[in-house]
Antibody
Framework: QITLKESGPTLLKPTQTLRLTCTFS??????????VAWVRQPPGKALDWLAL???????RYSPSLKTRLTITRDTSKNQVVLTMTNMDPVDTATYYC????????????WGQGTTVTVSS | QSVLTQPPSASGTPGQRVIISCSGS????????AYWYQQLPGTAPKLLIY???QRPSGVPDRFSGSKSGTSASLAISGLRSEDEADYYC???????????FGGGTKLTVL
């Protein structure tokens, strides 16, 4: 059974850096066809894809946020870390990590999400 | 402005069939699989349809997906009150090298 859980700060000030951790179980992020993605959702708004990392360490980023995002994996801890720099109030959202469908580019199992508020 | 276009709202009465559309382009739905997610209020999204027309185990067969050209559709038959939720489509975009989402459709069961 695949499970994922997000953790990280709930409140940040503008310009600070966000570091979110996704701890997963039920799969290994060590092969090319396996991936973990990050998606966010501002309050009352649509889902917004952020980044994806595969077991062969190939990474993909949202073009609009690419300069601010870094995604890494720690296979010994079964964790994926997303870092977003220069946080702004518009980055206030619920952040989800999800397992990537090996046969496509969709998210087949999602974490519960973690809410991040950016405010001075 | 979302890359994939969905109607903001849809509605139906119990027992009815509702179809939600998702319009894209040749770089996303036209060349890659579509995915559909259901998001109940206050909860994380849940995969409803993968690879355009496949249902994960546990998803009722009242839900079905299809794709034609650069558009995808989600059909819900035998509408039930518990289907009231937000529905999102997504696909990989070859030009952007990123997953793109639709703006979401809020389904109301009257």
């Amino acid at each position: 059974q695949i499970t994922l859980k997000e953790s990280g700060p709930t409140l940040l000030k503008p310009t600070q850096t966000l570091r979110l951790t996704c701890t997963f179980s039920g799969f290994s992020l060590t092969t090319s066809g396996v991936g973990v993605a990050w998606v966010r959702q501002p309050p009352g708004k649509a889902l917004d894809w952020l980044a994806l990392i595969y077991g062969n360490d190939v990474k993909r980023y949202s073009p609009s946020l690419k300069t601010r995002l870094t995604i890494t994996r720690d296979t010994s801890k079964n964790q994926v870390v997303l870092t977003m720099t220069n946080m702004d109030p518009v980055d206030t959202a619920t952040y989800y990590c999800a397992h990537d469908d090996p046969g496509g580019f969709g998210m087949d199992v999602w974490g519960q999400g973690t809410t991040v508020t950016v405010s001075s | 402005q979302s890359v994939l276009t969905q109607p903001p709202s849809a509605s139906g009465t119990p027992g009815q069939r509702v179809i939600i559309s998702c319009s894209g382009s040749s770089s996303n739905i036209g060349s890659n699989s579509a995915y559909w997610y259901q998001q109940l209020p206050g909860t994380a999204p849940k995969l409803l349809i993968y690879r355009s027309n496949q249902r994960p185990s546990g998803v009722p067969d009242r839900f079905s997906g299809s794709k034609s050209g650069t558009s995808a559709s989600l059909a819900i038959s035998g509408l039930r009150s518990e289907d009231e939720a937000d529905y999102y489509c997504s696909a990989w975009d070859d030009t952007l090298s990123a997953v793109v989402f639709g703006g979401g459709t809020k389904l109301t069961v009257l």
